[in-house]
């Protein structure tokens, strides 16, 4: 299972879209190594889920295929909030193919889907959960709404588990940092996550953070992160720890500093 975010990052006059997920899936055991955020191959747009992989690997396999070979969508001439109504079309179709259940079984995934990119028609980062909705049977969306309060900077998409223990947390964060009521967020939406996957006391989470950024001029990128820490030297890239001999050509994060670094190894 999964925590997956989505949110605004709010530096001075620097805004940038921030994905974060963890990297455990589990069935019947737990595998902490696993990618759950793919960037589209438009490049200014991503997808990951949360829930039964049975479903979602399959489904996030055919938008990608759908996007690649598709111009419009492509070149990005179709912007992300056209997007959006694609893939909702194509996983309610891929649901329909489902057949030969075990008798009792209902066709009803437990399964939801973060889409979260730039809009050049809006000029915004917009971002929106696809949840299965079994009242009509078909997957439905709804946008990421803002943080509720006087405060009207942050927005956030959280889906997943943990959801009530998070935004606890969260909160907490932010009242720490006197950032509850004013100003938008950082990083504390990864701060939360990273204690949470420290701890070791949520079952249904883990592994490392995998990050991705979204900018403003349509690129989406990938982020390394030392893990569990800087000092132990070890990176890992969408989830999956590098092996001694793999560099990366993307930033790594010190989970703790925040700081990004542009080198794949210690010096």
């Not at 890239?237 to 993307?250: A, C, I, M, T, V």
Request: hydrophobic share 40%; proline share 6%.
């Amino acid at each position: 299972m999964t925590i997956s975010l989505a949110w605004t990052r709010k530096v001075d006059s620097v805004e940038e879209l921030v994905v974060v997920t963890d990297s455990r899936l589990s069935f019947g055991c737990r595998w902490d190594c696993c990618p759950k955020i793919r960037i589209l191959p438009r490049e200014d747009a991503v997808v990951c889920f949360a829930g039964d992989t049975m479903y979602a690997y399959p489904i996030i396999l055919q938008i990608q295929s759908a996007v690649a070979q598709h111009p419009k969508l492509l070149s990005r001439a179709m912007d992300i909030t056209d997007l959006k109504g694609h893939i909702l079309r194509i996983l309610n179709d891929m649901v329909s193919l489902v057949h030969d259940l075990p008798r009792g079984s209902a066709n009803e995934p437990d399964a939801t889907f973060l889409i979260a990119g730039w809009s050049w028609k809006l000029s915004a980062f917009k971002s929106w959960l696809l949840h299965y909705d079994a009242s009509i049977k078909r997957f439905a969306f709804r946008p990421t709404s803002r943080w509720k309060g006087p405060n009207n900077d942050k927005s956030i998409a959280i889906t997943g588990d943990y959801r009530d223990e998070y935004k606890e947390r969260l909160i907490g964060l932010l009242r720490k940092k006197d950032k509850l009521q004013s100003g938008g967020f950082d990083m504390e939406p990864l701060e939360v996550l990273r204690d949470m996957l420290r701890a070791g006391t949520y079952d249904l989470i883990g592994g490392a953070p995998q990050i991705v950024k979204i900018y403003k001029y349509s690129s989406a990128r990938p982020f390394a992160v030392f893990w569990p820490n800087k000092e132990s030297g070890n990176i890992s890239l969408s989830g999956r720890p590098l092996l001694d001999y793999e560099q990366s050509q993307y930033g790594v994060l010190d989970p703790d500093t925040m700081i990004t670094v542009n080198h794949a190894k210690i010096p």
